[in-house]
C-alpha cells in the first residue's frame, strides 16, 4: 500500500481557495476551540492535537502586550511565540497521552494511504503549531 501525504495550510487559504492541497486530502483540523466557520472548512477537527489551553493564553497575553507596545500583528505575534518558547513547549506537550494518541492514530492512517491536510487558524507568514506537527508526524511515519 503507497503511504499518504501530510500537508498544511491555514482556514482562510482554504476558504478563499489559494490553498494548494490535494483534492482527494482529508482536511484534518488541529485547534483546541474550533469555531463554526472553522469547522465548514475542514472534514474533522483533534483537539488533542491543538496548543494546550495554558500555553495559549500565556501566548495571547504577550502577544497582546507586545501590540500595545506599537509592534504590528505579525511582529508581535513571532515576539510572543519566541518568548513564551511555543514551538518547544508545544512539542513537549505532543509527548502527553492523549496527544501522543491522536498523533498516532494520525500516522497509522497516513501509513495507510490516506491523505491529511493539517489545518488551523494562523496564517502563512505567522509561526504556527501545525508546521511542528506537520514534522513531527512525517518523522514519525519515516520511523516506522
Given at each position: 500500500m503507497t503511504r499518504?501525504?501530510?500537508s498544511e495550510t491555514y482556514h482562510a487559504a482554504l476558504s478563499h481557495?489559494?490553498?494548494d492541497v490535494p483534492e482527494d486530502a482529508t482536511r484534518v483540523g488541529?485547534?483546541?476551540r474550533?469555531?463554526?466557520w472553522f469547522s465548514g472548512e475542514v472534514d474533522e477537527?483533534?483537539?488533542e492535537l491543538g496548543p494546550p489551553e495554558e500555553l495559549l493564553e500565556e501566548f495571547k497575553r504577550r502577544h497582546e502586550d507586545f501590540k500595545m507596545q506599537?509592534?504590528?500583528d505579525e511582529g508581535a505575534h513571532n515576539?510572543?511565540?519566541e518568548e513564551v518558547r511555543f514551538e518547544e513547549r508545544y512539542r513537549e506537550h505532543l509527548d502527553s497521552p492523549e496527544a501522543d494518541a491522536a498523533l498516532s492514530d494520525l500516522a497509522q492512517r497516513v501509513a495507510n494511504g490516506e491523505s491529511v491536510v493539517l489545518v488551523c487558524f494562523e496564517k502563512g507568514t505567522k509561526r504556527c503549531h501545525r508546521h511542528a506537527l506537520e514534522a513531527e508526524l512525517t518523522?514519525?511515519?519515516d520511523r516506522d
Open positions: 499518504g501525504t501530510v481557495g489559494f490553498a488541529v485547534v483546541r474550533p469555531t463554526a477537527n483533534v483537539p506599537g509592534m504590528c515576539a510572543a511565540w518523522a514519525r511515519l
